[in-house]
């Protein structure tokens, strides 16, 4: 996990460092005695959580990131936002995608405290099927405000978790697993949140695809390969079909999901870790969920106990 801290009230200084943390950008202010400029960031693998608290107004003209770029703004306001002829401004509560990773932007920060979080394009095409044809098109935003109020707080509270439970615990988001499940789950909520290109629903070849010998492949890929960082991607390219027609294999044959069986595969493995553990070696719950990829401890206890009818900490304790 990465880290870095930048304070600063000198609008030179700013320039340089978020030009170098973000992209290359101008920025300015009207008022003489800009005050300061305070971000704390937070990273790992291809996902980065900024805090950001600007106690001034500040103009900013930003070349493409590269990256989608989320902003939830706490406090104070973001005016004259722009990109490709898009116009608009967000104050407290609003989370809202910055603009297309290839697009320039533009706007302005008034005395605004808010979150930015960086992630790379490539893991919507992770967890998500892309457009029908041979050679699918990167999976992409069509739409910069939420497509509702509902999914908007589903996304703000991945994003809170994210920075509070999994960034805050070094040992946690150092954990392979761990970085490569949130990375996924935050992906996914945001196709759940901005309208996309993600196309879900199977084609006749997908159809065709999703036989038993697809599945048998599936499966032994991932039972091969479960201590390892997964996508539904890799598990689809190891079946030799697309992500859609993996998908639709296992709701035919096993009414589940590829990942939903990732993660059965690996509760199975951290049961087996349990039950040869004990305390007195110093291993804890939380240990073993981590090794597996589960970053909710709640969560975790909650499926451990419906599969095994009882609480992980039993487990371990006998």
Avoid: K
Wanted: net charge negative; aromatic share 6%.
């Amino acid at each position: 996990m990465d880290t870095l801290l930048f304070d600063s009230d000198d609008l030179g200084l700013t320039e340089d460092f978020l030009s170098r943390a973000y992209a290359r950008m101008s920025i300015g202010s009207s008022d003489p005695a800009a005050g300061r400029a305070r971000i704390v960031r937070t990273a790992i693998p291809s996902v980065s959580v900024d805090e950001l608290d600007l106690g001034f107004e500040m103009s900013y003209s930003v070349t493409p990131l590269g990256r989608i770029c989320l902003c939830l703004v706490h406090e104070g306001t973001i005016q004259d936002h722009v990109f490709d002829g898009v116009e608009d401004a967000f104050g407290p509560g609003d989370v809202v995608s910055f603009a297309p990773p290839d697009l320039p932007y533009s706007g302005r920060i008034c005395n605004a405290r808010y979150n930015i979080t960086m992630l790379d394009p490539g893991l919507l095409d992770q967890v998500a099927a892309g457009a029908p044809g041979r050679r699918p098109e990167p999976v992409r935003l069509t739409g910069h405000r939420p497509h509702s109020p509902a999914a908007a707080q589903h996304l703000r509270h991945s994003i809170g978790y994210l920075r509070d439970h999994v960034l805050a615990d070094p040992g946690l988001a150092g954990q392979p697993l761990i970085a490569s499940t949130a990375a996924q789950h935050l992906a996914a909520g945001v196709l759940a949140t901005f309208p996309n290109t993600a196309f879900t629903d199977p084609t006749s070849t997908d159809r065709n695809d999703a036989r038993p010998a697809t599945l048998r492949r599936a499966l032994a890929y991932i039972d091969d390969h479960a201590d390892e960082p997964l996508t539904v991607a890799d598990i689809a390219e190891a079946a030799h079909v697309t992500v859609r027609a993996l998908q639709y294999a296992f709701r035919r044959h096993m009414e589940t999901t590829p990942l939903a069986h990732l993660r059965r595969v690996r509760l199975s493995h951290a049961h087996a870790d349990l039950l040869a553990a004990t305390p007195q070696d110093g291993t804890t719950v939380a240990d073993i969920a981590a090794r597996w990829g589960f970053f909710h401890p709640g969560r975790f206890a909650a499926q451990y106990r419906r599969t095994y009818g009882r609480a992980p900490h039993r487990t371990l304790a006998d």
